[in-house]
Structures are given as C-alpha cells and as structure tokens.
C-alpha cells in the first residue's frame, strides 16, 4: 500500500496498490446492482439534457454486494490508520456514478454541514472502478478540514436549505488565491483510492467523450464521532434515529456496525 499525501495535514490522501482486481470486481457488482435496483433516496443530480450523474446511498444491508466489498476489502482497517481510531464504524455508503457525456461538474462543497454526526476522526472512500483521468478526478482544498464550514447549497440551483442565509460565510474563490487554497487530486486507476476528511472541500469535473465514472464511496466513523441531531434533513436521512440515540452519544446501533478494531 502506498500512501500519497499527508492525512492530517491535507485532509485527503490518495492510497495505491491496497485493492486489488477482486475488490474491484466486488464494487463493480455493487454498483451495478444498484444502479438497477436503486432506493428512495436515490437522485439524479445534472440536468436531463447533461447525461446522467446518479447518486443512491445507504444500500449496504439490501445489496448483498456493497456489504461483501465494505466488510472484506480493507477500506476500514484504512480508515482507522489514517485517523488514528481504536474502532472505525460504517456510516454509509454512497454511490456516485457520471455517464458517458455527463457535463455536471460536483461543486465545492463539505459534506459535514449534510450530516448528523460531530467530531474529526472520520474518513470518507471514494473508490473509483473506472479509471479517473486527473480531468475528472476529485479535487480537494488541501487544509480545509481544519475549518471552517462553509455554506451548504443545493448543487444544482444553489439553494440554502440547511441553514439560513448569511448564517455561514460563502464558499471562497479558491482560483482567485491558488496560494492560500491549494487543489490537490490524483490520476486514479482501479484498485486505487482516495480518503478525506468530512469538511475537506472538495468537488469534480464532469467527464468526456465516451468514459463512465462509477464510484463506490463509503464513509468511516472513528473513536470521537458521536450522534447530532440537526434542524434540517440530512442527507442521507436517518429517520427516527433521534428516537433511538442520545444527542452526543456514540454511533453504537445496527444501522453503523463496527467494522474494524484494534484487536482485530
């Protein structure tokens, strides 16, 4: 395994040659049965004449597939490296998958202000089955995990549905001062992966010619991540999750198996 970059100095490391051509394949499955069997909460987030950029979450406990690839491939035992936790549990998985032709570009965005957890050691996989072009990989801005949030907006017409106008400071020009914000991504092939943080800004292009982009994203909770209710509907949304875990409590339920322990 080859580890490019610095986790906590960046927030996002790229991580070589752990995969190998059976996890892909396993990923592979995946996504393609989700893709032909997706959930409620499944979207579609570029416009209908871009494409197609197709997003599902949380289908590990329906497609025998995502469960085999987040419990057999070494993702997890990644995660706790990289964040120093004792114990790393699922949060969920998340498919992302840009069509031949797909324009959309992802915007800078976090994804923390989506959530309903709080704390820092965390780890999100995006792990592409397709190769990924440097053109069309995720980009991050190097350091932003350390803070702070920026406002959250829909991705396609930009509306602030979590907190209220001015409440948050806007997403910088980060191309306006190259300097102060670094971009930072990798060429990636498959069996290669990228692990960030969950304030980590990061975004994408869209992809070109006749190149699909299919990617299986998992995220990570480590020691200190503990259960917050939010105002807003998350997303994904755990409903009824307030009924059964204490605000500021651990992520200890059914819904977030461990995954990987110290003694493991």
Not at 129 to 155: C, K, N, Q, Y
Request: with cysteine.
């Amino acid at each position: 395994m080859i580890i490019e970059g610095d986790y906590q100095r960046d927030g996002a490391v790229c991580v070589r040659e752990a995969f190998t051509a059976e996890h892909v394949a396993m990923a592979t499955e995946a996504i393609e049965a989700n893709l032909a069997d997706l959930s409620p909460m499944a979207k579609r987030a570029s416009p209908d004449d871009d494409g197609a950029f197709i997003e599902d979450f949380r289908s590990w406990d329906r497609i025998p597939a995502t469960e085999r690839f987040i419990r057999q491939s070494p993702a997890a035992g990644i995660a706790a490296e990289l964040t120093g936790a004792t114990n790393i549990r699922l949060y969920h998985d998340h498919m992302l998958v840009k069509e031949p032709g797909t324009r959309q570009r992802t915007p800078w965005h976090q994804d923390q202000p989506y959530y309903n957890v709080d704390g820092h050691q965390n780890a999100s996989m995006w792990f592409p089955v397709d190769p990924v072009p440097r053109s069309a990989t995720l980009e991050f801005i190097a350091g932003s995990h350390l803070g702070p949030w920026f406002m959250p907006r829909t991705f396609l017409d930009e509306q602030a549905k979590w907190f209220p106008e001015g409440s948050l400071a806007e997403m910088p020009d980060f191309a306006a001062d190259p300097e102060q914000w670094p971009v930072i991504g990798w060429e990636l092939e498959p069996g290669d992966a990228v692990f960030f943080n969950m304030v980590t800004v990061h975004g994408s292009a869209g992809v070109d010619g006749p190149n699909r982009r299919r990617v299986l994203s998992v995220r990570f909770l480590g020691d200190d991540m503990v259960h917050a209710p939010r105002r807003w509907t998350t997303s994904p949304p755990f409903p009824g999750l307030i009924d059964e875990l204490a605000t500021g409590g651990p992520m200890d339920h059914p819904l977030f198996p461990v995954l990987w322990t110290a003694s493991s």
